[in-house]
């Protein structure tokens, strides 16, 4: 199983918000994010990169 972690790109350092994320669907602008325990967040934005081999899923 791989589970990511989600940062938001900045000029000066990325940011952390979640980990263990399991799922994400794009829909208007927003991601619906899902974790390992099938919590839900929506997240406003946009994805930029998506590093499978780090699993890290960068949004904007």
Same mark, same amino acid.
């Given at each position: #199983?791989?589970? /990511?972690? %989600?940062? *938001? =790109? /900045? &000029?000066?350092?990325?940011?952390?918000? !979640? =980990?263990?994320?399991?799922?994400?669907?794009? *829909?208007?602008?927003? !991601? %619906?994010?899902?974790? !390992? #325990?099938?919590?839900?967040?929506?997240?406003?934005?946009? %994805?930029? &990169? +998506?590093? !499978?081999?780090?699993?890290? %899923?960068? +949004? *904007?």
């Amino acid at each position: #199983m791989c589970l /990511s972690s %989600i940062y *938001k =790109k /900045s &000029d000066d350092e990325n940011v952390f918000l !979640l =980990k263990n994320v399991a799922r994400v669907i794009c *829909k208007d602008g927003e !991601l %619906i994010v899902y974790d !390992l #325990m099938g919590a839900c967040t929506v997240l406003q934005g946009e %994805i930029c &990169d +998506i590093d !499978l081999m780090e699993n890290i %899923i960068l +949004i *904007k």
